[in-house]
């Protein structure tokens, strides 16, 4: 909501019936907030699941692989493996936000990686 909005629903319902929320941003602030940042916000989430997807057993990966149409004789030699990164993310959408702390905000996210090996 835009503080228009804001001042207009607490008009309409009484200030004592609006109650604080642990919403850190609107949407306005949001765009904005994701404009300014978005370069490091990328790269935070591209080295967060790359580290997630590092960390995952062998059986792990390849049923990711196995779901994704790669033969079982294609995965039965897989001992170990790393993952690289070569084009980021694309697609990332801030499914909440959330104040923590003092000066802390929550996000929660979804996104694509478009090449990993």
Not at 86 to 97: A, P, R, T, Y
């Amino acid at each position: 909501m835009t503080n228009a909005e804001m001042k207009q629903l607490v008009d309409a319902v009484g200030p004592a019936r609006v109650r604080a929320t642990n919403i850190a941003l609107d949407d306005e602030q949001l765009e904005t907030f994701m404009d300014d940042h978005s370069q490091d916000i990328d790269e935070a989430l591209t080295h967060a699941a790359i580290e997630y997807l590092s960390s995952v057993p062998v059986n792990t990966a390849c049923s990711f692989l196995r779901s994704n149409g790669v033969p079982d004789a294609c995965l039965e030699p897989i001992r170990s493996f790393t993952v690289e990164d070569f084009e980021g993310i694309e697609d990332l959408d801030v499914i909440s936000k959330t104040r923590i702390g003092e000066g802390g905000i929550l996000f929660t996210c979804e996104f694509e990686l478009r090449t990993i090996i």
